[in-house]
């Protein structure tokens, strides 16, 4: 699927926040809301966080189911 590449970076920010350990958590959260309000404030008027990641969480499942299929073990043939 092809997506915008600041889009593709703030899916990807998501799942590293999601998945990463505990201590890595802080920079994981700093990484994905930089994304974020770089996004935003190239709307006028400038868009909320909140709105973003409301707005892209559906694209966003898709991201996180294609991740894990990535890392199903391939049956083989």
């Known amino acids: 699927m092809s997506r915008n590449p600041l889009i593709e970076a703030i899916h990807e920010a998501r799942y590293d926040l999601e998945t990463c350990a505990e201590k890595d958590k802080l920079a994981a959260r700093k990484r994905l809301y930089d994304l974020l309000l770089q996004a935003g404030a190239k709307g006028n008027p400038p868009v909320r966080v909140d709105d973003i990641l409301d707005a892209l969480y559906d694209d966003y499942k898709e991201f996180r ?13």
């Open 65 to 77: 189911r294609m991740k894990r299929r990535q890392g199903w073990p391939k049956l083989p043939q």
